[in-house]
């Protein structure tokens, strides 16, 4: 049985100890994860950046807490994510969001290059073949993993395998393009994008949104350029008419997402990658779209864990007992205290990623939840 740490983000005493700050803190300092880490050991924190319209990413005064703690253990953390859109921008973005060196105390830098083209080919699993793992996550010997959990359009549910296989992942590869990239995950079969022009109504959302400028419409005449594309998905995603699809297959998805994650974790000696899963301000979407909505999920609080199954399962076991929030997509769908929320806003089998996680061997769904 794996053990699971966790604190609320109730703060009920007027004391700095009792603060998120201050427990977070106790957390990551009476857990013990943090000896396994070595003298002047390089560690990757692991996060997203966010986007220029969705600041609900994990809060910088947070990753200085990691940072700290990483670096109290005798270590030499830095702050990492790959890059979303490209990467001089994606740094802007993270900045904008608040997350820099002199807000989070350690370098902050991209694990796949400015282009997200410095990857290394892993054997990944079945459904993956293999796959280009950032070069940066590949060679750094030990990571902790800060994940803001969120719910996903076509994920249904965002944490830390989320995190290790599409933020572990570059958006393409070299060679390859997204064929062995991020956008292998996201799409089932070789055509990435197909777009209907009987339903399209010319909203340019989907111009907005793409970070390759791979769609635009000149003369009302849909231009796609194929090899640009990442296959990221966004513009299918808020496209209101569904015009534009990108095939995908929901069991493949959820699966690869655990074939990606274990690819990612296979560059890792054992023990060496920690997580911590951040339930606050929990939106339907991911920190990638261009913009966020309210919360639909009252804050819950932190976990820590060495074991990723554990604490998904833990995480989702916690929302599943959260209580949907007002003004936000959970009222919009009528839910009520005891609703499985998550499901109802992004109908899709989460649950899948955690076991098939856990049938490639990367933890236990078992656990013991330890309150901090
Ligand atoms: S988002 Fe959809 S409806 Fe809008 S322009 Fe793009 S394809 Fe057409
Ligand atoms: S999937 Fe859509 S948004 Fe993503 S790169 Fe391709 S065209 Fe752009």
Redo the contacts with the bound molecule.
């Keep these: 049985m794996s053990t699971v740490y966790y604190t609320t983000m109730r703060g009920t005493r007027w004391d700095y100890r009792e603060s998120v700050n201050g427990r977070l803190e106790r957390m990551l300092a009476g857990s013990g994860l943090m000896g396994r880490y070595a003298k002047d050991e390089w560690v990757a924190v692991k996060t997203h950046f966010g986007s220029d319209g969705a600041h609900r990413v994990v809060r910088p005064n947070f990753l200085k807490r990691v940072v700290d703690a990483v670096r109290m253990s005798g270590a030499k953390p830095f702050v990492t994510d790959t890059v979303r859109i490209m990467g001089l921008d994606y740094l802007e973005v993270a900045n904008g969001n608040g997350i820099n060196h002199l807000s989070v105390g350690a370098p902050v830098v991209l694990a796949d290059g400015l282009y997200g083209k410095d990857n290394i080919l892993v054997k990944a699993g079945e459904i993956l073949g293999e796959i280009a793992v950032a070069s940066l996550i590949h060679d750094v010997p030990a990571m902790v993993v800060v994940s803001h959990i969120k719910g996903h359009i076509q994920a249904g549910y965002a944490g830390a395998i989320k995190n290790l296989a599409m933020g572990g992942v570059s958006s393409a590869h070299r060679e390859h393009g997204w064929k062995k990239g991020r956008g292998k995950m996201h799409c089932y079969g070789e055509v990435p994008l197909q777009?209907?022009a009987e339903?399209?109504?010319?909203?340019?959302?989907?111009?907005n949104v793409c970070p390759k400028e791979a769609?635009a419409?000149k003369d009302e005449k849909?231009a796609y350029n194929e090899k640009e594309c990442w296959a990221c998905g966004r513009?299918?995603r808020?496209?209101?008419?569904?015009?534009?699809v990108l095939p995908a297959d929901d069991t493949t998805f959820q699966k690869s997402l655990a074939e990606a994650s274990a690819a990612v974790l296979s560059t890792f000696k054992p023990g060496k990658v920690l997580y911590l899963n951040f339930m606050t301000e929990i939106q339907p979407e991911c920190d990638c779209m261009p913009s966020c909505d309210t919360p639909m999920l009252q804050d819950q609080g932190i976990m820590l864990s060495d074991d990723v199954v554990a604490i998904e399962k833990a995480t989702i076991d916690m929302l599943r007992k959260a209580s949907p929030l007002p003004q936000s997509v959970a009222s919009d769908r009528e839910c009520a205290p005891g609703d499985d929320v998550l499901s109802i806003v992004n109908p899709r089998n989460f649950m899948l990623q955690v076991e098939h996680a856990e049938a490639l061997g990367l933890g236990s769904q078992e656990y013991e939840l330890v309150e901090v």
């Design positions: 777009w209907d339903v399209c109504t010319f909203c340019a959302q989907c111009e769609v419409f849909f513009c299918a808020v496209c209101p008419s569904g015009a534009l």
